[in-house]
Each structure stands twice: as structure tokens, then as C-alpha cells.
């Protein structure tokens, strides 16, 4: 699959969100879980919590979706990254993941970067 | 009794977008390809509908977002009006096209489906034929899937 307009979004947790990550970049394509801890409906702005770190994201483009305080939501979008330092999702899909083992979770994309590693090592030696 | 060596080319591999992206064409053949040196023709992949494409009796395209790679898939919708079909019982035509306009419905924009189908490629690019299409609900099934294709990439793909 040489070209693909849609660009996948990488699996990243909050607390690995930070200016000094290697995920955090301008118009990067990221997948990112959290509970929802506020919701506005005039800015459509939600935030997101997760192990002690938030992000904000932006849902303008969201439809069917039902944001519910303390429910787990998983959304694919690009981040922006504003003059402060201060990061936002733009979400372009969302779904409500109430349910998730998120320490399962934790551990699969532990063992994903991991696998991928190793593939990509293997694919150039 | 030697061991005979492992087939992949009859079943449906689960493969990781990242992984189905490595794989390389078998020039004898454009249906089938290598994945670390063993053969393979159809996957079982799953992620998020991340975009789609409807052209009503023709085909629906979309890309499924795992995480690792977006993944092209064509779903055909013109059983009962292409050519390609004609041999077939009208019959049986008439089922497989109410079974994929029905795949074609469940297909929505933010869905996790779970897909099966042939590896096939189109001006150059991978592209997954679908066959089969089942929408997941369960919150973890990405999570156990991913979890499954490692495994098996592991044990039996790479191993």
C-alpha cells in the first residue's frame, strides 16, 4: 500500500504527549484514549484524561456521538499545537469505548512497539 | 515423519496494517504473495473506518486504521450487473449481493469492522477484496486482535 491519503493514527497514551515526545508534532496522526472529564457544547472542546495527563480535543467534525462526563472515548485525529506549547486533538472519528481493559490495552501497544521493532530490524538486515 | 512446512496459502492471515504493508507480489501469480518468504492470498484484518467511498451498485471503498497502516478495502456491489458474475446461478448472485449491500450498511464512517478477504492490488497499491465483514462492538477487540496478530506474527508468520 505505497500511498494512502488516509494517514493512520499512531497509538499514543497522554502521559506520552509531552513537547519533548517524538509524538508530538505538528499535524501528527494520533489515536488517543481517555475519560472525558469536560465537554462544551458552544466550543465542542473536550478534555480528556488519562494517567494524570489531558489533552484537548477538538470534536467540531464529530457526528452520533454522545459525550458523557466520565465515560472513555477513543478519538483518531491530527494534533495542533498552539503558540504555548498547548496541544489539540482535531478529531476526525470518535467512539465511546466504555468497557475498555485499559490495562490491556497499556500492555498491547507495549508489545506492539516491540514487535514493530523488531520487524523493522529484521526488514533491513 | 518430517514436518511439512506451514501453508498460509488457504487461510485468512491476521495480519497488522504494518505487517499486510511489507508484503511483496509472487510474479506468477497476482493473487497470491509472500509474507516472510511464505505465500498468502487472503487476511483478516480490523480497525476503524477512517473513510468511504459509496458508488451505489458498483462498489463501496474504504480504509480500516489499526493503528499501524490505513488499509485500502473494496467491497464489490455490482454482482447482479457485471460481467465478471455472469456464470453464476442468478440465484446465489442474488444472495451474495444482498449479503454485501448488507456489509455495505454495517460500513460506517467510526465503526470498528473486522474484515476477511483477498490481498489483491490496484495501480500499484495493496488493496483487501472483501469477502466477509463483521462490525465489532466490544471495546476490546482491537485490543485482542492486535494481541492475536502479534502472536501469531511470532510463532508462525515470522517465526
Known sequence: MASNAIKSGALVTLPELQPSSEFFKEGASLRVTGKLQEYSVETAIAVIADQGATLKVDTQHLRELSFRIGSIFQFIGELNIQPNYEAILQARTGRNVDGIDLDLYYQSLQQLRQFQAKHMKNATT | MDQQPLSLLHIHVKLLGFSLHSITPWP????????????????????????????????????????????????WLNHLTSPFFASRQPATLRVISDLAKCFADDIQFGKVARVRGRVSSYRGDLQVTVSDVVIERDPDAETLHRLDCISLGRRCYFG
Request: charged residues 25%.
Open chain 2, 28 to 75: 506468477n501469480n497476482p493473487s497470491i504473495f509472500y509474507l516472510n518468504g511464505k505465500r498468502i492470498s487472503r487476511v483478516e484484518i480490523l480497525g476503524v473506518v477512517t473513510s468511504r467511498d459509496y458508488k451505489p451498485n458498483k462498489f463501496l471503498r474504504f480504509t480500516l486504521d489499526d493503528g499501524t497502516h490505513s488499509i485500502t478495502c473494496i467491497l
